[in-house]
């Protein structure tokens, strides 16, 4: 089975662009959760969707925005890009449920670096 | 605020020693606490995972102690190889929402 898709894997962006990252889940799962990961900071949460709801968001600005098709694939936007927003954005997926046992199967990242 | 506080940041470990990195939590709604791996280039993986219900699981050189009372857990690697070398994510959550920590980068030294 393959395994959590996202494209692309690197980006270079300067200040006040904006940026669509892409996640594609594992096959049959639903729920998909977006994390930006940097150096000293580990994993922030930034949101987590499923069957096209979000059902959660971190505490990020609202320049950060996603989406989920009805394939479960899922993207991830930010608007005006700042210096700051360079970092890894990972994508998880997992299987559907309500409880919180559902292991998070991650992706390889997006590379992104604002100049 | 860090809902989940993880150390030491870096570890060095001789090969066949232990190593062990240490998390700590406030929240007491969280029912689940998993530890991922992490090589570069590459995504988190999970490792081991365990339920506040339990005080200690281990599969094959990784153990998870938990203190329930105390909010805190930890990762223990046994017999530690050069290929454990990564960087090592404590989490912990309540339903769909996930808090990491900030990571332990762990180096063998063969």
């Known amino acids: 089975k393959a395994g959590v898709t996202q494209t692309p894997r690197y980006l270079i962006k300067t200040r006040g662009q904006q940026v669509t990252l892409s996640c594609s889940p594992i096959?049959?799962?639903?729920?998909v959760s977006w994390y930006q990961q940097t150096p000293g900071q580990g994993l922030q949460f930034l949101f987590e969707?499923?069957?096209?709801?979000?059902?959660n968001k971190g505490n990020f600005p609202g320049r950060f925005s996603g989406r989920q098709f009805s394939n479960s694939r899922s993207e991830m936007n930010v608007s005006t890009l700042e210096l700051g927003d360079s970092a890894l954005y990972l994508c998880?997926?997992?299987?559907?449920?309500?409880?919180?046992?559902?292991?998070?199967?991650f992706g390889p990242g997006t590379r992104l670096t604002v100049l | 605020q860090q809902q989940v506080k993880q150390s030491p940041q870096s570890l060095i470990v001789q090969k066949g020693g232990i190593s062990i990195i240490n998390c700590a939590y406030e929240?007491?709604?969280?029912?689940?606490f998993p530890w991922y791996q992490q090589f570069p280039g590459k995504g988190p993986a999970l490792l081991i995972a365990?339920?506040?219900?339990?005080s200690e699981k281990k599969e094959g050189r990784f153990t998870i102690s938990f203190n329930k009372s105390a909010k805190q857990f930890s990762l223990h690697i046994m017999d530690s190889q050069p290929g454990d070398s990564a960087t090592y994510f404590c989490?912990?959550?309540?339903?769909?929402?996930?808090?990491f920590g900030t990571g332990t980068s762990l180096t063998v030294i063969p």
């Open positions: 998880a997926s997992s299987l559907p449920g309500t409880g919180s046992y559902n292991e998070q199967f």
């Open positions: 096959s049959g799962h639903r729920s």
């Open positions: 969707y499923f069957s096209e709801t979000q059902r």
């Open positions: 929240n007491t709604a969280f029912d689940y």
């Open positions: 365990i339920r506040p219900d339990v």
């Open positions: 989490a912990a959550s309540m339903g769909y929402q996930f808090y």
